[in-house]
């Protein structure tokens, strides 16, 4: 199955949950996810399943005003 991760195009197994994505990916921490737009909560990783040509954001908390 086909997703877009911060702009880029993966080719992941199906199912895949935000759960597995991020096991693959293995972010540096602290970091958020957002699914087509719509930020997730860390506690719906696992049940939040990708389905194809879904918009995954990684994005890390940055300092500043």
Do not use: C, Q, W
């Not at 958020?32 to 860390?42: I, M, Q, R, S, Y």
């Amino acid at each position: 199955m086909s997703i877009v991760v911060n702009g880029e195009l993966y080719v992941v197994p199906s199912p895949t949950t935000i759960e597995g994505l991020l096991r693959l990916l293995r972010p540096e921490r602290p970091f958020a996810a957002a699914l087509n737009g719509e930020f997730v909560p860390a506690v719906e990783y696992e049940g939040r399943v990708l389905t194809e040509g879904d918009h995954v954001d990684v994005v890390h908390p940055s300092a500043g005003g």
